[in-house]
């Protein structure tokens, strides 16, 4: 019972960090500032990746890969907004490491989608069939699109900074 209320709040974490990042990546392709969608998705970001380590352990597993590396990519990121301003080369990294964030948290849906739906997992049930494959491959075509964009158009002048900037003028 603990776990399904568990597991459950960790699906809904997730899928709230998956809109919200939709809506910052958006943002970055627009040039836009950061803004109260980027708290939301930093934020439930993090708590997606810190609860899927909450669950069982029964060794290590990809999903306990997947979430180390998630853990590294949003460190670079909440560094490259929080710590490094989106200076310069940061404002690229942040661009890309927001993209990757959201993409890692893609590829589990598609994962869980495809394990826990009777007729996805009816067409690829190791996931290692075509069909699993496929909507993989189709999901990371969108983001290296979706990354190219954001590292290329995200030129917003960096949020800190420019209260900084106002602050001193």
Partial sequence: MILSAFTLIHVVISLIAIGSGFAVVSGLIASKPPDGSTTLFWT???A????GFLFPFHGFT???????????????GLAALYRFDLVGGWRRTYAISTVIALYLNMFVLVVQLFEKVPALRELAPTQSEPPFQIAQLVVLVVFVALGVQAARKF????????KTRTAKA
């Fill in 62 to 76: 990809p999903a306990i890969g997947l979430g180390i590396v998630s853990m590294l990519v949003l460190a670079i």
């Fill in 155 to 162: 030129h917003a002048e960096p949020l800190h900074m420019s």
């Fill in 44 to 46: 439930t970001a993090v």
């Fill in 48 to 51: 997606t990746t810190v609860t």
